[in-house]
Each structure stands twice: as structure tokens, then as C-alpha cells.
């Protein structure tokens, strides 16, 4: 029942910082698809939300997929709706950019580029930290 | 001998013991997130490049397309699609699918 | 799963009436999604049926009510992009009822 969950919009709960982290490749596993479900969800509760791509998960933000020849969902255009689900904080980190010849040219929305030093220190400021 | 790899190799070693195990004139297809391996700038882009010397490397074109891969692919490297896959197995004796 | 026969042809829908696949979709079984709604399908209804079948080309997802709320009063003005317009044309949620209309899967985010 979103459609209650929306109504309940402007309470006064307990904002925590969630964070989500991506590590998996599109399409080979579900767990890109899964992790980008539940932070969908997840915006239904008004928290702090970031999603943070790291090793294999960069690959899930690269521009101009064509899922048609394996039949399966392009969901990469989803992480482009994120914006109008108040979920705007993505990172990125640098090191697994590097390592697969990736710039953020490269990718299909705007990101925060962090190196694994910044990265650490914003994965260790939140509250919840759920990885896919 | 034709091995299949299916795994990325920046999250699994399947390519990397594939690769120690194919010997000279055998074909490595990569399939679904092993596509990877094969693209400009990969961290697994070297050891392609060096075992192409002795195995000819294939990449399934519908998995680089699916991946937003297809312009990155290495030279030397051959894009195949479904028939190509089917050609390929067909062609060799035997076949090893590294999971 | 189950099935439903619209104008001598019959398409798969899920156990909650949604149209199993998108690509199925046409005005005559959004007009028949519609009766078993029991909504009565006018211009303002199509615009945002429309709308939603937009925004799902564009995402790849079924927009969740408060998402679909902003969007509409970004593309059609705050006079329809509200709660109030939009319940109006689809009391039993506009997000539920005119994504099943609009041949689009549950809303992702719908609990």
C-alpha cells in the first residue's frame, strides 16, 4: 500500500543514514536489480539514503545498455528516476573506476566521485549499512 | 577444447584458473558478466591480451550490448552471437564450463 | 496464470489483474482494465494513463504515488499534480489503479 505510506509524508519519525552498497555487475546476478528495488522502497520511509557503487557495482551505472539480445530488464534507466525519489546522494568510488578504465563520462547520472579513503570515512559515519 | 567462463573476473578467479588450464589452440568463450574481462581498460584486459597468444578469445556479443560493453571490446578478441555460440561447441570435441 | 479475452484475444495477467506483459497493452484492454476497476475512463484519465506509460518507457518502472504526484504537476501543472486531482480520478489509489490500467507492473515501492 504505497499509496499509505505517501499520505504519511511530513511526520516526525527518526531519520537514520542509510546506506546502500553496490558491488555486483548487472544482469549476470539479480542482486543490482534487488539492491536498486529495496532503495526504491526504502524512499517510501524518508531517511537518509545514499548508494554507493564499488568494485563490480559501476558497471550497473554504465551508459547505453541494450538488454534486448538477453531479454532481460533495462533497469540501468531506474537509477535515472532515483533523482525524482528524493534519493540523490550516489557515490562512486575512484579506485574501482580506475580498475576497469571507467571516468564518469562513462556513466549514466550524475555521481560523487570518492577515493577509498573518503569512502571509508562516509561508510563509517552511517547508521545502517546494507550491501548487494 | 572450448571453455566457457560466465563470471566477472573482477569478482571471481574462474578466468584466471581457465586461462592457467587452456592449452595451445583451445577457444575461451566469455559469457554473460565475464564479457567484462575482455574490454579496453579491464584490470583482467592484460591477462586476455597475453593468453591470446596461445587461445583464441570469444566474447558474446548480446551480454557486451546487454552490459553497455559492445565499443570497448579488445582487439583480437571475436564477438559471437547465439549461432556463433552454438557454432562454437559444435566444433570442438569437448567443452568446460568454469562456474 | 490467469488469463482475460479482450476483443476475441486473450492476454496473461497476474493473480492481482496486472497485464503480464507491457508490450500486450492496447486502448481496448486498458478500457477493459478499467471497467474491472470501475473506472470510467475520460480525457483526464487517459492523460495521466498516458503519462504513466511514459514515465515507465523512460525508467523501466511503475512510479510510486508521491513520485507520480510530483511528476505530473512538473508535466501537466500542480492543478493536476495533487493528491486531491488524482484520488479524484482514481479513488483506489492513482498509482495502483492507473499503472493496472495503463498495462504497467505494481508500483516498485508498494508495501
Known amino acids: 500500500m504505497s499509496d499509505m505510506m505517501d499520505d504519511m509524508d511530513g511526520g516526525e519519525g527518526v531519520v537514520k543514514k542509510f546506506m546502500f552498497v553496490n558491488r555486483k555487475a548487472p544482469h549476470g546476478t539479480v542482486y543490482a536489480l534487488e539492491g536498486l528495488e529495496v532503495v526504491l522502497i526504502s524512499a517510501a520511509f524518508d531517511q537518509d539514503v545514499s548508494m554507493v557503487f564499488t568494485d563490480d557495482g559501476v558497471y550497473e551505472l554504465i551508459k547505453g545498455m541494450n538488454t534486448k539480445g538477453i531479454e532481460v530488464k533495462d533497469f540501468s534507466k531506474t537509477y535515472r528516476a532515483l533523482e525524482g525519489y528524493d534519493i540523490e546522494k550516489l557515490y562512486v568510488e575512484k579506485e574501482s573506476m580506475d580498475a576497469r578504465g571507467l571516468t564518469e563520462d562513462d556513466l549514466i547520472v550524475d555521481v560523487t566521485v570518492l577515493d577509498s579513503g573518503e569512502m571509508a570515512s562516509l561508510m563509517a559515519e552511517q547508521d545502517v549499512v546494507i550491501s548487494f | 577444447m572450448l571453455h566457457i567462463v560466465n563470471k566477472s573476473a573482477t569478482e571471481r578467479n574462474s578466468l584466471e584458473s581457465c586461462l592457467r588450464m587452456a592449452t595451445k589452440g583451445s577457444a575461451v568463450l566469455l559469457i554473460e558478466d565475464a564479457v567484462y574481462a575482455a574490454t579496453q581498460g579491464s584490470a583482467a584486459a592484460a591477462k586476455v591480451q597475453a593468453a591470446m597468444a596461445d587461445v583464441q578469445i570469444y566474447a558474446l556479443g548480446p551480454d557486451l550490448d546487454a552490459r553497455g560493453m559492445a565499443a570497448r571490446v579488445l582487439d583480437g578478441v571475436k564477438v559471437v552471437d547465439y549461432g556463433g555460440f552454438v557454432d562454437l561447441v559444435t566444433e570442438h570435441n569437448s567443452c568446460q564450463s568454469w562456474l | ?111
Open chain 3, 1 to 111: 496464470m490467469p488469463m482475460v479475452e479482450v476483443a476475441g484475444k486473450s492476454f496473461e495477467v497476474d493473480e492481482e489483474g496486472y497485464l503480464t506483459n507491457l508490450a500486450d497493452w492496447t486502448k481496448e484492454i486498458a478500457d477493459y482494465l478499467a471497467k474491472e476497476e470501475k473506472v470510467e475512463m475520460s480525457e483526464s484519465h487517459w492523460e495521466v494513463v498516458n503519462f504513466l506509460r511514459e514515465y515507465y518507457e523512460e525508467y523501466q518502472i511503475a512510479p510510486a504515488v508521491r513520485v507520480l504526484t510530483k511528476a505530473v504537476a512538473k508535466k501537466l501543472g500542480p492543478d493536476k499534480g495533487n493528491n486531491k486531482y488524482l484520488y479524484e480520478l482514481f479513488p483506489y489509489g492513482p498509482a495502483k489503479q492507473a499503472c493496472k490500467i495503463a498495462g504497467l507492473p505494481k508500483p516498485t515501492g508498494c508495501i
